[in-house]
């Protein structure tokens, strides 16, 4: 009997492309698409009124699913995971917008929804595997470990650093091994509908939006003043929401006879006063930390030993890896960077890795300068 594995399908090429090698491979395969987001209705999963519009495309990517489990004749099945991904994701990107930090909703939703949830829900198809359309691969001598996808420019082991060793006990990355342009060369090979489809770049589930103005549906924008480190305001902000560290677009903050005409980047926040501070300069010293704090750490094979070592770690999704050290004091982590990063951003993820492993991660809580935080 073939073995049976439940994948989820999200209407993308890669996943598409992930059906097929399932099947080449011989595996009885299941689709299974997640609607997590309601975008027909004007209310969010607790009944509140919302201002935004139709904009997310998951009913367009529903249809492409299933034009691709008919082109492979292979069964899909529907779930939705709203109030899943309300209460487990939504919320808490909330709350941290409302602290002023930077959240990363995706790796929530892969460790709430699709590893979780789906594989909760999924198991009532007595699946000996789940798949999912990632850049990341999974090795198995003894416990299982995540590894980095072959394609570095894709690889999504960032996103999947909050997963447990036993999350991915029972998972297949059927792309993992491939390189983006291989995924869409066999797409066409296949007839895929969804061989030209561009990649989502919106946030999980949600799509593609207008994001200041989707977040103001949840956060009323409460404007403030835009200060320099001596208090000097040059400008008004529309909401410290709307704001990261490093960010230099959307401050309109033109040249001045006191300042020039360099331009401005944002520096800090102070919640307090509702005050946004930026400073002038890409490499100002003010957006370089040389260590952080992270909270909520997650170590993917329990045991595996951090401190010590001369490990990677990256900050954002898309950064080049940084050496590091980690240090972890009275259950106070610190990860000391070999060299100084630019714009390390509370709420975001610091991901460690040992060479092409991922070990793990944690949310940054805080950056660091000369062992003093930084005004973030």
Known sequence: ?????????????DSSVAAVLLKEQGYDVIGLFMRNWDSTANRDVLGNPTLEDDTCPQAI???????????????????DF???????????FLDEHRRGRTPNPDILCNKHIKFDAFANHASRFNPDYIAMGHYARVKRNGAPRLFRGRDANK????????????????????????????????????????????????ICFIGERHFAEFLNNYLPAQPGPIKTFDGDEIGRHTGLMHYTIGQRKGLGIGGSDRYGNDPWFVAGKDLDTNTLIVVQGFHHEALYADACTVE???????????????????????????LVRVIIQEGVVTVRFARPVRAVTPGQACVLYDGEECLGGGTISSALNNGKPLPY
């Open 296 to 322: 909520e750490l997650n170590v993917i094979v329990p045991g595996t030993p951090l401190e010590n070592r001369d490990l990677q770690a990256k900050f954002r999704h898309r950064q080049k890896d940084t």
């Open 155 to 202: 690889d999504q082991t960032y996103f999947l650093s909050q997963l447990s060793s036993k999350q991915l006990n029972n998972v297949l990355f059927p792309v993992g091994d491939l390189n983006k342009g291989d995924v869409r060369r066999l797409a066409e090979q296949h007839n895929l509908p969804t061989a030209d489809k561009k990649d989502s770049t919106g």
């Open 61 to 79: 990517d529903y249809e492409d699913a299933k034009r691709v489990a008919e082109t492979l004749e292979i069964p899909l099945h529907r779930v």
């Open 82 to 92: 709203i109030e899943e991904y309300w209460r487990d994701v939504f919320a808490h």
């Open 1 to 13: 009997m073939s073995k049976r594995v439940v994948l989820g399908m999200s209407g993308g090429v």
